[in-house]
């Protein structure tokens, strides 16, 4: 029993290898083909530009930016200060008089 799973397995992974192999085969193929195929049709636009009809092409425009109107400045700072020294009168020294 045990060299009949043996073989099972085998045969098994042998389809699997072939199957992935063919993938393998069958990607490369068509990409292969592509080219040739994008070839072939890059002619057709080419001949229907010669027709003298233009494409159109729509773009939506950039949105406008909004628009921000400054309505009311800034209050001033604080007033300068501005001292004034005025010179004491007749030697006065504040104090009583008598």
């Known amino acids: 029993m045990n060299s009949i799973h043996r073989i099972g397995v085998t045969i098994a ?40 009809v233009p494409e159109t092409v729509y773009v939506n425009p950039a949105p406008t930016p909004p628009v921000i109107h400054v309505t009311q400045t800034s209050p001033p700072g604080q007033p300068p200060v501005v001292h004034v020294i005025v010179p004491a009168q007749g030697g006065d020294d504040g104090g009583s008089d008598g």
């Open 13 to 52: 992974a042998l389809v699997t290898a072939v199957v992935v192999a063919g993938v393998f085969v069958a990607q490369g193929y068509v990409a292969a083909q592509a080219p040739a195929q994008a070839t072939s049709q890059s002619a057709g636009p080419a001949a229907a530009g010669a027709t003298g």
